[in-house]
């Protein structure tokens, strides 16, 4: 039961996810999205049609699983019963940190947020985001409009207006996160309207990579591969351990998203310091290859010394680490949607070797490559 008529990845994903695990365990799986009809007119004839369910559970399928020996797998995040049922969702919290990361790493100093208050998805990862961006010391503009924006008229010019006050609030360079892919749509047609250049002006990261939103038109839209065919493997898994008759885990099982897909609405890299702007495009164009603090000196024509002491004032941090900070993004980039091999990866982002890589992975994420990979992919 997983709301099929909706064609979003959290929907469709999740099925095309449950259904591979299905095809491994030679499983039959039947769409039902009243199951909690079926089971409740089966069960008045003695007998229930299904082993087990997996669900974007309501109230209603809780309390009418509630005395049967029918176990079910919850899916959505923002389900009223999300404390009383086993549940497999993305780490929203981690997708957060991502996004305020992403944007801190181009030198964004201002920020600003927009989600819904009743998707809790949109409240997990902006709160992440928030405190990210707060670690290093910086603030937060956050606006909340309701999750059904567009269902009227009336909602609709409401939630315009708020976004519209929480614009006027902004001044640029800034990084923005908008919680869907829809609304970031609204968010970079309001930033034409006021004559906001994007990136250069307004840096936004969107939703959950749903490609038709994402991609067209220009200026394509920077989001977060959430993995939710992911979510429906192990939701799978998990249900298969359940009608096993295994324990329900003690609580929601999180996935770690894929990983960011870099888009043009930020690409961009807001420093005040034009040498120091010119060095990270140097940077980002050639990480790539075998570079060092003295090659991106001698790029600009300017002396190593005077370079890093920029960068220390600016970034407060060496060159060395910025370029490996850009190596490691490109490379968990390749990892969490490729198949490529770690020696060609560790090559292609200027790593050099694959030893090289799996240290700096370890040291910064406290994982191998390999478990990286294995931690994002099916």
């Given at each position: ?7 979003y990845k959290?929907h469709?994903s ?27 007119s089966?069960?008045n ?10 669900a ?28 009383l ?13 991502m ?6 790493s ?5 920020f ?13 990862e902006?709160?992440?985001f ?10 937060c ?13 009336k ?62 038109p220009s200026?394509s ?10 979510v ?18 003690r ?24 040498l ?47 370029v490996?900070?850009?190596r ?19 090559r ?31």
């Amino acid at each position: 039961m997983l709301d099929l008529n909706w064609p979003y990845k959290r929907h469709a994903s999740v099925y095309a996810g449950t259904q591979k695990y299905v095809e491994e365990q030679g499983w039959e799986s039947v769409i039902d999205e009243y199951v909690y009809d079926s089971i409740s007119s089966a069960r008045n004839k003695g007998e229930v049609p299904y082993d087990g369910i997996i669900a974007r559970a309501s109230k209603l399928l809780a309390e009418r699983t509630r005395n049967l020996e029918l176990p079910v797998v919850n899916v959505w995040s923002s389900s009223p019963v999300r404390d009383l049922l086993p549940s497999v969702f993305p780490d929203y919290e981690a997708s957060g940190h991502m996004r305020a990361e992403h944007l801190l790493s181009r030198g964004l100093r201002k920020f600003a947020c927009l989600g819904c208050r009743t998707d809790s998805s949109d409240v997990f990862e902006i709160a992440a985001f928030q405190n990210a961006v707060q670690e290093y010391g910086y603030a937060c503009q956050t606006a909340w409009i309701p999750l059904a924006f567009s269902q009227t008229l009336k909602k609709w010019k409401d939630s315009a207006e708020t976004i519209d006050a929480w614009m006027q609030r902004w001044s640029s360079p800034i990084g923005v996160f908008v919680g869907g892919d829809q609304l970031g749509r609204m968010v970079v047609q309001k930033c034409r309207e006021r004559g906001l250049r994007v990136p250069e002006d307004v840096a936004i990261i969107a939703g959950r990579n749903e490609e038709v939103l994402c991609e067209r038109p220009s200026p394509s839209i920077t989001s977060v591969e959430m993995g939710f065919e992911r979510v429906g493997y192990e939701a799978a898994r998990l249900l298969g351990h359940l009608m096993d008759g295994g324990e329900p885990p003690r609580r929601p099982l999180l996935l770690q998203p894929e990983g960011l897909v870099v888009r043009e609405s930020t690409d961009f890299f807001a420093v005040q310091d034009e040498l120091v702007a010119a060095a990270l495009e140097f940077i980002a164009k050639n990480s790539h290859s075998r570079i060092g603090q003295d090659d991106v000196a001698r790029a600009l024509a300017v002396e190593t010394r005077t370079l890093q002491n920029r960068f220390r004032k600016v970034l407060g941090q060496p060159i060395a680490a910025t370029v490996r900070k850009v190596r490691l993004e490109r490379a968990k980039r390749e990892l969490a949607q490729t198949d490529r091999s770690l020696k060609n990866i560790a090559r292609d982002v200027g790593f050099g070797s694959p030893m090289r890589m799996y240290e700096l992975f370890k040291r910064e994420l406290g994982v191998t490559p390999i478990e990286f990979r294995r931690q994002r992919r099916i």
